[in-house]
């Protein structure tokens, strides 16, 4: 993109949804962007232009922090999108491609993110399958630090991901039965084993959780099969995330046992998918905010630079004024601020 002259600064961002380049340009820098993707994909540029989406000036700015902040995601409020904007940005910055306007737009924006998830349950409030699943196994009570999960069904698009996201939850390890192994290489093999899928009730006792996955038209988990092991009565968990089910219902009505279906999941999600909508609201205004303040630091840098170009021998008061100013003031406040003085000549710029 810097092969383009009018392009100043540059910086692009790839998700598996999006891809997305952020420049500093003036007019004629759209039309050739829209070339060079056009270039390098080998597609016409008549053929590729209706899939352009384009923004400028404020609204570019606030797609930056709608993208950054997970409120531009499939998943609202998802985490994996910051971790994205962040390497994208340290990518751009250590090729020297990123100036003062994009190193504010992004440092502010990641800022932002920060913020939002601190202080809000956007990212708090989950509603995939898979995070629900580990969330339930991370915060179920078993009167023990370490948890035991009996996951069948982890070579599967869903045990995938659920297996992955047991892994991101300290202290769980993880039994997976397997008809056969597929060339299936777990993340953490430090906290993973694999055993034949029909030994799986040979690890029932050992299991705190167990987590079936699958598509199968029959019973993983059938209460007769698991009483003919002798198996304790020690509190344990099953989650039957499967339609059509993959535990036979009867096995809640075992001593110290907890059954969890996909239908009781199907309600938390709706639920939270509710707060999380309350949640946006709540971002919205402190992205609002944040680029507020942004503003005032385009506004100030545009005006004085770094603040060394303010007139010396008026100096220490005027300064103040002017720092405390776009600390306090919104962006509309200040720039009146700064178009009075200038009119006024009390700065020299």
Same mark, same amino acid.
């Given at each position: 993109m810097r092969s383009i002259f009018s392009v100043k600064e540059a910086l692009v961002l790839c998700t598996c949804n999006r891809t997305e380049f952020y420049f500093c340009?003036?007019?004629?820098?759209?039309?050739?962007?829209?070339?060079?993707?056009?270039?390098?994909?080998?597609?016409?540029?008549?053929?590729?232009?209706?899939?352009?989406?384009?923004y400028g000036d404020k609204k570019s700015i606030e797609h930056i922090f709608r993208v950054t902040c997970g409120i531009e995601s499939m998943i609202i409020g998802e985490d994996e999108i910051l971790g994205q904007v962040k390497n994208a940005y340290s990518l751009a910055h250590e090729a020297g491609t990123t100036g003062f306007i994009l190193n504010s737009v992004f440092q502010k924006a990641?800022?932002?993110?920060?913020? &939002?998830?601190?202080?809000?349950p956007l990212s708090k409030t989950p509603v995939s399958t898979a995070t629900l699943t580990a969330r339930t196994v991370f915060y179920e009570d078993f009167s023990k630090t370490d948890k035991n999960v009996l996951l069948i069904g982890a070579t599967g698009e869903m045990g995938k991901a659920i297996l992955n996201n047991l892994l991101s939850k300290p202290n769980i390890y993880i039994i997976c039965p397997l008809r056969k192994k597929l060339g299936f290489v777990p993340k953490d093999e430090s906290r993973v084993k694999c055993v034949p899928y029909e030994e799986r009730y040979q690890y029932m006792d050992w299991?705190?959780?167990?987590?079936?996955?699958?598509?199968?038209?029959?019973?993983?988990?059938?209460?007769?099969?698991?009483?003919?092991?002798?198996?304790?009565?020690?509190?344990?968990?099953?989650?039957?995330?499967?339609?059509?089910?993959? &535990?036979?219902? *009867?096995?809640?009505?075992?001593? *110290?046992t907890r059954l969890v279906t996909i239908d009781d999941f199907e309600i938390i999600a709706e639920e939270n998918n509710r707060l999380k909508?309350?949640?946006?609201?709540?971002?919205?205004? &402190?992205?609002?905010?944040?680029?507020?303040?942004?503003?005032?630091?385009? &506004?100030f840098h545009d005006e004085f630079g770094t603040g060394e170009n303010i007139d010396r021998e008026k100096t220490v008061s005027l300064a103040k004024l002017l720092f405390k100013a776009k600390k306090e003031m919104d962006s509309h406040g200040f720039s009146q601020l700064i178009k009075i003085m200038k009119e006024l000549d009390e700065v020299d710029i």
């Open positions: 340009g003036d007019k004629n820098s759209v039309l050739e962007m829209e070339k060079l993707v056009s270039r390098v994909s080998n597609v016409s540029l008549d053929d590729i232009k209706e899939f352009f989406r384009i990641i800022a932002c993110s920060k913020k &939002i998830k601190t202080d809000t299991a705190d959780a167990v987590v079936s996955a699958t598509s199968s038209p029959h019973y993983t988990v059938m209460r007769r099969e698991i009483e003919k092991k002798n198996i304790s009565d020690k509190k344990r968990l099953f989650i039957d995330i499967a339609v059509p089910r993959d &535990i036979d219902e *009867n096995v809640a009505e075992m001593k *110290n909508l309350q949640a946006v609201d709540w971002a919205v205004e &402190i992205c609002k905010n944040y680029q507020d303040e942004l503003n005032r630091d385009m &506004i």
